[in-house]
């Protein structure tokens, strides 16, 4: 059984609306379907404003979606009352994108890491101080470092603190949101490799949120591709990225800089106008397409 089943998700936000209007639905998730097994890294994927970022936030309830199913260990998330569903977030956190705007400024490094601990009621004041120094020093940095504040740290140290944040209470599942995307390239193959590493030892499950396909590719087992709030295509990484079949997943593949210089350009386009709704449907073995 899946460890994360998400079913029929759909969020609407309104839009333009006030003391005399009623203001415009405006779909943002729209019947996403997609099941994550324990231990893998399932990617979520497409370009700025497909729904990937609002899909993440609706599986936590950060944003209430409208309607839908959302499984956590056969818990069905939704339908959870706001006692029961604070103590299941202990199991599944979330890493923000920005590592400047994600942590307060006016607390340091310990006391951010210390923040999920005193929320949930977990150990006394020293065991909350030994918990934040362990962990930051799980994600390579200095015990010298717990006092300094944000402000302080790099754009890779600051997203190692929100990490740390995030491993505070053991969860199991993890929404990693871009977690590498305002970081500098020299500094994204660290925090990926930590990601991996962590993933091994303390027996994560990840939902990767990424535009970056290259990343997806090195450290995701599946992908979903999506397009205008609607998944589109979605199956194995391998298969996805050798034999992709639906025209926009073939397009964002395209755009994929090539490795030699001198070779030919393949970037190809996609016409939303083609983009006909049509359902999922199985076109090699666990590999679904929109055609």
Request: proline fraction near 5%.
């Amino acid at each position: 059984m899946a460890l994360v089943e998400v079913t029929h998700l759909v969020k609407r936000f309104l839009r333009g609306r006030g003391l005399f209007t009623r203001g415009t639905a405006v779909t943002a998730v729209n019947d996403v379907t997609f099941a994550i097994e324990a231990g893998d890294t399932f990617g979520l994927v497409g370009e700025s404003g497909s729904g990937k970022t609002t899909t993440g936030r609706c599986m936590l309830r950060l944003v209430e979606p409208t309607s839908g199913s959302v499984r956590f260990r056969d818990t069905e998330i939704l339908a959870l009352p706001a006692g029961p569903l604070r103590a299941l977030r202990r199991d599944m956190q979330i890493m923000f994108q920005d590592p400047y705007s994600s942590l307060n400024p006016r607390m340091n490094a310990r006391q951010i890491v210390e923040e999920p601990l005193a929320v949930h009621g977990v150990g006394s004041r020293s065991d909350r101080a030994n918990r934040a120094s362990e962990l930051l020093q799980l994600v390579g940095l200095a015990i010298g470092q717990l006092e300094h504040y944000p402000h302080q740290f790099s754009g890779g140290q600051r997203q190692r603190i929100n990490l740390a944040r995030a491993l505070a209470l053991h969860p199991s599942f993890l929404i990693l949101d871009e977690p590498v995307s305002a970081l500098d390239v020299s500094i994204q193959g660290q925090i990926i490799n930590l990601l991996l590493d962590l993933q091994e030892r303390l027996s994560l499950t990840y939902l990767f949120i990424a535009h970056d396909l290259r990343l997806v590719r090195q450290v995701c087992n599946r992908v979903a591709v999506m397009y205008r709030g609607t998944i589109v295509e979605t199956g194995p990484t391998a298969s996805i990225f050798s034999g992709p079949v639906h025209p926009y997943t073939r397009a964002l593949l395209s755009a994929i800089p090539q490795t030699d210089p001198d070779a030919p350009s393949q970037r190809m386009t996609f016409d939303p106008a083609t983009a006909a709704r049509v359902a999922l449907r199985e076109v090699r073995r666990g590999h679904w397409a929109a055609v």
